[in-house]
């Protein structure tokens, strides 16, 4: 997988738990028991996908724009989206891909869950 640093960068972010969804093989890191991002291994353990949620517009274009993203493997084809691990995405654009999974999940969980997360009254 030559995205070696994504999982010390999700695990940086506020709040995140990272887990391993044994039925499935994946590595999933969420945000308040809500998964915005994995790791989807095979049989092996080595990555075949990363998987994200996008808003579906954003979604669209990137798939446009490479080939290694495709419409979500075992997920909403509208929401999630997922990425090759050897593809040709460059680093910066997963990045951005990621943050904004991350911010997308976190605004849909409650406010209250959102502040106890950022450690607020």
């Known amino acids: 997988m030559r995205y070696t640093w994504m999982d010390e960068y999700l695990l940086a972010k506020k709040g995140v738990t990272k887990d391993l969804q044994a039925d499935w093989n994946w590595i999933r890191y969420q945000i308040g ?10 049989d092996e353990n080595t990555p075949v996908y990363i998987t994200l949620k996008l808003r579906p517009e954003e979604g669209e274009f990137w798939r446009g724009q490479y080939e290694d993203v495709i419409p979500g493997y075992y997920m909403n084809k509208t929401h999630w989206n997922s990425i090759s ?3 040709q995405v ?4 997963l990045r951005d891909m990621l943050d904004k999974s991350y911010a997308l999940v976190l605004g849909g969980l409650s406010k209250k869950m ?3 997360i950022f450690g607020e009254a």
């Open 33 to 42: 028991g809500k998964m915005f991002a994995a790791l989807c291994l095979n």
């Open 85 to 87: 691990p050897d593809g």
């Open 90 to 93: 460059p680093d910066d654009i």
């Open 114 to 116: 959102q502040r106890e």
